[in-house]
């Protein structure tokens, strides 16, 4: 089957045109493509298929360019007939004028903008984008019976390199058990460890999980690098994986990832912030016991017990937002 439409290359499509939206069309492969915004489209197979809908989203920031090639190779995969797709999916390139720049964000960090935050934040781009993202994300799952199973995979990639490459974040789940078949089913993508958030936030990943009950997650697969410069047999793991959960495929392994929590945040309150970790300092290296990790007016951020990691450690973000988390490890 020889592609003749732009879901066949849709970062293309999105970084050639990324204020246009994808045409709606039905596909030879059986698939009823609808373009929804720029960059997002949902596909649903025009056969009958299982009640369950998933949303993959990569490019909530700009620079993190490899998960959107993954994702765009899954949907010309779908749209060409080699994959077959038994759900329905949605797929956002989360910030393409970011995307086209090849950076984080243009005016303000997208993913803590979620949870309405953006009412807050007006002047900045991404403040309408995330609005976009959640009414767009609020009308897919809404759709949904009450019994369909429903998922949000947030591909990212860090700013630093990790002593885990490949790591889940578990938004804090208000409640309700952490999930050990989702877990084993990341264990099984090849991310072998998993954070668990202790408290809400404005992400996106918590956004889907607090209002429409997803299994969401952001996963962080890798270290941040410009398009043309990403070695994608890195993701096969997580790309497989996709791939089987789209055909409708369940869990095959019992394996159960290590688990971090989170304990509390670096807060970067003022700009007299300073951190005191190198910027080589890979996410999830060890603090011994009393290491002075950050200081603030008024504040000192001081490891304690020789258990702790330090993760996203940034002095460079906007003053009120967090700079760093410390984590310990964590059973169920
Ligand atoms: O490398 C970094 O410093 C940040 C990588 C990244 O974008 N991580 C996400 C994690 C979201 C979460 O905590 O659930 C983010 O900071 O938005
Ligand atoms: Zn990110």
Avoid at 108 to 129: I, K, P, S, T
Avoid at 142 to 148: E, I, M, N, R
Avoid at 188 to 215: D, K, M, N, R
């Amino acid at each position: 089957m020889s592609t003749t439409h732009p879901y066949g290359d849709l970062l293309a499509f999105t970084l050639t045109s990324p204020e246009a939206i994808p045409p709606s069309l039905t596909l030879e492969a059986g698939i009823e493509a609808t373009g929804v915004a720029p960059g997002v489209a949902i596909l649903r197979p025009t056969r009958p298929h299982q009640e369950a809908f998933i949303l993959l989203s990569a490019g909530i920031h700009g620079n993190e360019t490899a998960p959107v090639e993954v994702l765009n190779r899954i949907v010309a995969d779908l749209c060409d007939g080699r994959l077959p797709l038994d759900v329905t999916v949605m797929v956002m390139f989360g910030n393409p004028a970011a995307l086209v720049a090849g950076r984080r964000y243009l005016d303000y960090d997208m993913n803590r903008l979620f949870m309405g935050r953006h009412a807050g934040q007006l002047q900045a781009v991404e403040a309408r984008r995330a609005a976009q993202l959640e009414e767009m994300a609020r009308a897919f799952f809404t759709q949904a019976d009450a019994g369909a199973r429903r998922w949000h995979y947030d591909l990212h990639t860090a700013i630093r390199g990790s002593v885990f490459e490949q790591f889940g974040i578990y938004p804090f789940p208000d409640g309700r058990p952490h999930d050990r078949s989702e877990l084993a089913w990341l264990a099984e993508a090849g991310i072998g460890t998993v954070l668990l958030h202790s408290q809400p936030s404005a992400t996106f990943s918590y956004f889907t999980s607090h209002h429409f009950g997803a299994h969401a997650f952001t996963l962080e697969l890798g270290k941040a690098r410009p398009f043309g410069q990403n070695d994608l047999p890195r993701f096969a793991g997580i790309d497989r994986a996709l791939r089987r959960r789209l055909a409708g495929l369940g869990s095959t392994a019992g394996i159960q990832p290590q688990l971090y929590r989170a304990k509390y945040d670096l807060i970067k309150e003022t700009e007299a912030f300073t951190l005191y970790l190198a910027d080589d300092v890979e996410n999830f290296t060890p603090l011994p016991d009393g290491y002075l990790i950050a200081e603030d007016v008024g504040m000192r951020y001081v490891a304690h017990g020789g258990q702790e990691r330090i993760l996203f450690p940034n002095p460079k973000v906007a003053c009120g937002l967090r700079a760093g988390i410390v984590v310990e490890p964590a059973t169920l």
